[in-house]
């Protein structure tokens, strides 16, 4: 049983991914499995990854018979892994030689941190650089509410969930939910259970492309579309009427409730959430009303 378990879930990742297996394989810490899962790639995905999987036994390659959505393909590499500390990896991004050797130096060190992570690059499509992402949260305090309200109120790009994250404390969440800012939610629970301690260095290269679901839901533009990012968390949302900042406040909600916390603590937990809210009430309120007119026009009550 390895110590470390990387999950590499992939769709049409024949561009890049090579680059993305290559950095695993080479990397200083060799103790690991990379679990790929294929979402039923229609280009060569299937065919290069076989070819590593033959190469080096560490490597083992699961194909879905059908596209199952990001979000259920990112659990399904957790539910296939046995390491104690876990890491996803994407086809796109990639990593530094040393990037898991220092992560899980950190981890074997100190009990009470629960994600090692590194400082983030941004690379373009052929993999320089562009733009060092400097943003760090308070996501290593030792005050829980000051980490859950980093978490939800600052604006960032989630790359801690790429980070080396210890199995025990993932199995205390529901993973990678299916909805809009799924990982955001993940990072805001484990934010509950410990701390996030983030390497000063640059060792994780996120690349930025057309094809990126970043571009294609806007994220990168701070317009995003949490509509469309939606189905794109799972094809099960398609043709819904859903309420994705309602979602992710009532996951938040759920969140705070079932973690055993001290009163103070819970206040104020409650009280960054209601800051969030504040922020996004009219945003709630507008997908409300588009619910009310969808259901209305559903059931013939009312033709708009």
């Not at 320089?128 to 949260?137: G, M, S, V, W």
Request: hydrophobic residues 35%; negative net charge; aromatic residues 14%.
């Amino acid at each position: 049983m390895p110590l470390v378990s990387l999950g590499l879930p992939v769709y049409n990742g024949e561009k890049y991914i090579k680059k993305s297996i290559d950095t695993v394989l080479a990397q200083t810490f060799t103790d690991f499995e990379l679990i790929i899962t294929d979402n039923a790639s229609t280009d060569s995905t299937q065919a290069i990854c076989e070819e590593y999987a033959k190469k080096d036994s560490r490597v083992r390659y699961v194909r879905n018979e059908n596209n199952i959505g990001a979000a259920p393909n990112f659990n399904l590499c957790f539910e296939l892994s046995t390491g104690k500390y876990f890491k996803w990896t994407t086809d796109d991004d990639f990593i530094a030689r040393e990037y898991l050797e220092k992560c899980v130096e950190i981890l074997e060190e100190d009990p009470e941190i629960i994600i090692a992570y590194s400082k983030a690059v941004f690379v373009d499509k052929d993999g320089n650089p562009e733009e060092f992402y400097d943003l760090k949260l308070d996501t290593d305090s030792d005050v829980l509410p000051k980490r859950f309200s980093d978490v939800i109120l600052i604006g960032h790009h989630c790359f801690e969930v790429f980070g080396l994250i210890r199995r025990d404390a993932l199995e205390k969440t529901a993973v990678m939910g299916n909805y809009s800012h799924g990982d955001g939610v993940l990072l805001a629970h484990l934010a509950m259970f410990g701390r996030f301690e983030e390497i000063p260095e640059y060792l994780f290269y996120s690349r930025r492309h057309d094809d990126h679901s970043s571009s294609i839901y806007g994220v990168y533009r701070d317009q995003i579309d949490y509509y469309g990012w939606a189905e794109w968390f799972d094809p099960k949302n398609k043709g819904k009427m859903i309420l994705p900042y309602t979602k992710i406040l009532s996951e938040l909600f759920r969140i705070i409730n079932e973690v055993p916390l001290t009163f103070s603590q819970t206040i104020d937990c409650y009280k960054s959430l209601g800051k969030w809210y504040k922020a996004r009430w009219k945003t709630i309120g507008g997908e409300w009303k588009r619910f009310v007119k969808y259901y209305l026009e559903k059931t013939n009550i009312i033709s708009f």
